[in-house]
């Protein structure tokens, strides 16, 4: 990697990513994409800015938007178009079923395995298509859903929200959190065939298998 062709520094803000004008832009893009990738997710979850050279078009301004987010990083501005695909559908379809809430709801997508000493904060739901390895922590002020095992430390609800909930593929985690309440003990987990889940009554956590059939008003 060279460090001039894509420099990252830290701001009060969030990131600030420099692109070096003198180079063409597929090299620009191919070293951001190796930068990123060589992070091995430090930079997941951080809020982040593009100082583009102005000779770049718009498209290609949302190209590099793109690696940034398909690497966990939040565009500054908070615009969930620029990390994905326009929806060609009218919204009145892509939105059907959905409440105005549940519609502008936060959520963080990672699509990697999170792993000793990493730590993922973030102030919505957040949803991992990986395992989250002992010695990794998850903590969101939402849902957290893991697509794989949880074995290190999860947070849900980080901001007092008692309704938030835990699910994981298998639940082995060091520690789980729902709002202020704390299950320590990892001897209480024993790895089953389904999906298991992880929410609050009254003052304690509570696991079991998540069962599709059933109604979970716990879940916000």
Do not use: W
Not at 21 to 43: A, C, H
Request: charged share 20%; glycine share 8%.
């Amino acid at each position: 990697m060279n460090q001039n062709i894509v420099s990252i520094k830290g701001t009060k803000n969030g990131l600030l990513i420099l692109l070096n004008p003198d180079y063409q832009f597929e090299t620009v893009k191919q070293e951001l994409q190796e930068k990123l990738n060589s992070s091995q997710g430090f930079f997941v979850g951080a809020k982040f800015a593009i100082q583009s050279p102005e000779k770049y078009s718009m498209e290609e301004h949302n190209q590099l938007t793109k690696i940034c987010c398909e690497n966990g990083l939040i565009p500054q501005n908070n615009n969930i178009n620029n990390c994905s695909k326009k929806s060609s559908l009218p919204d009145p379809i892509s939105h059907k079923g959905l409440k105005p809430d549940e519609i502008n709801e936060k959520c963080l997508l990672i699509r990697k395995n999170i792993r000793n000493g990493q730590s993922i904060q973030y102030e919505g739901h957040v949803v991992i298509l990986g395992n989250v390895h002992r010695g990794a922590e998850v903590i969101a002020g939402g849902n957290i859903l893991v697509m794989g095992t949880l074995k290190g430390v999860a947070h849900a609800g980080a901001n007092g929200n008692n309704e938030a909930i835990i699910m994981a593929y298998s639940l082995q985690p060091t520690q789980l959190r729902i709002a202020n309440y704390i299950n320590r003990s990892s001897n209480n987990f024993t790895k089953t065939s389904k999906p298991e889940l992880a929410y609050l009554s009254g003052k304690q956590i509570i696991v079991e298998e998540y069962d599709s059939n059933r109604s979970l008003p716990m879940i916000s």
